[in-house]
């Protein structure tokens, strides 16, 4: 039992800056799903996997009282290419919905509770095989909330880039940027890479 009882030091934001980048997956490994073809295509592409990374996305609410009507768009990531989802097509809310269901396919993520409750609200459907990484390296003595900067410098010495002008970017918009399918693709890719890394697949 002391290996569950031990406390792992993760390195601070100081020394992650330090650290080589963390080698992500560039546009032409990122799929958009926006139209029921693209959506067919993303099933077909998808068969037969076991495991994805997995994250979402929402508009920001900057408002007091108003209420996110995301994720606006859904991520699913293999190792060798990323699906980004948008939700405004009732075709591609189906076929997210019909992976996020299927209990085969393990989808992990960080921090996936906020993630799951408007899945639900949103697509009606209770996503299964769902693995919060945040919980496996809790279980394994490390810090509550590592997060996804926090496991690729813990387990590949890099550094995850995140762009804070991405992350509050509109994800609602129909055109979304070069850098929102950079910043979306990769939050999954890297959970996959996490996933992995730890012996899990």
């Given at each position: 039992?002391?290996?569950?009882?031990?406390?792992?030091?993760?390195?601070?934001?100081?020394?992650?800056?330090?650290?080589?980048?963390?080698?992500?997956?560039?546009?032409?490994?990122?799929?958009?799903?926006?139209?029921?073809?693209?959506?067919?295509?993303?099933?077909?592409g998808l068969g037969g996997v076991t495991a994805l990374g997995f994250d979402t996305e929402s508009k920001p609410t900057f408002a007091k009282n108003?209420?996110?009507?995301?994720?606006?768009?859904?991520?699913?990531?293999?190792?060798?290419?990323?699906?980004?989802?948008?939700?405004?097509?009732?075709?591609?809310?189906?076929?997210?919905?019909?992976?996020?269901?299927?209990?085969?396919?393990?989808?992990?993520?960080?921090?996936?509770?906020?993630?799951?409750?408007?899945?639900?609200?949103?697509?009606?459907?209770?996503?299964?095989?769902?693995?919060?990484?945040?919980?496996?390296?809790?279980?394994?003595?490390?810090?509550?909330?590592?997060?996804?900067?926090?496991?690729?410098?813990?387990?590949?010495?890099?550094?995850?880039?995140?762009?804070?002008?991405?992350?509050?970017?509109?994800?609602?918009?129909?055109?979304?940027?070069?850098?929102?399918?950079?910043?979306?693709?990769?939050?999954?890719?890297?959970?996959?890479?996490?996933?992995?890394?730890?012996?899990?697949?």
């Open positions: 039992m002391k290996a569950m009882t031990e406390r792992h030091l993760t390195p601070d934001k100081d020394q992650i800056a330090l650290l080589e980048p963390f080698d992500r997956l560039g546009l032409n490994q990122i799929q958009l799903v926006a139209n029921a073809q693209q959506a067919a295509e993303a099933l077909h108003e209420a996110s009507d995301g994720p606006h768009i859904v991520q699913l990531s293999t190792l060798g290419r990323a699906w980004i989802f948008q939700l405004e097509d009732a075709d591609c809310r189906r076929a997210v919905a019909q992976l996020l269901e299927a209990p085969a396919i393990i989808k992990a993520g960080f921090g996936l509770g906020d993630d799951r409750r408007r899945i639900i609200s949103k697509l009606g459907v209770d996503p299964r095989g769902v693995l919060d990484l945040n919980t496996v390296f809790r279980e394994r003595g490390y810090r509550k909330d590592m997060g996804v900067r926090g496991a690729v410098a813990v387990l590949f010495n890099q550094r995850f880039i995140k762009s804070r002008k991405a992350t509050t970017s509109n994800w609602a918009n129909a055109r979304l940027t070069e850098a929102q399918l950079i910043y979306a693709a990769n939050d999954a890719y890297a959970a996959l890479r996490v996933f992995e890394a730890l012996g899990l697949g």
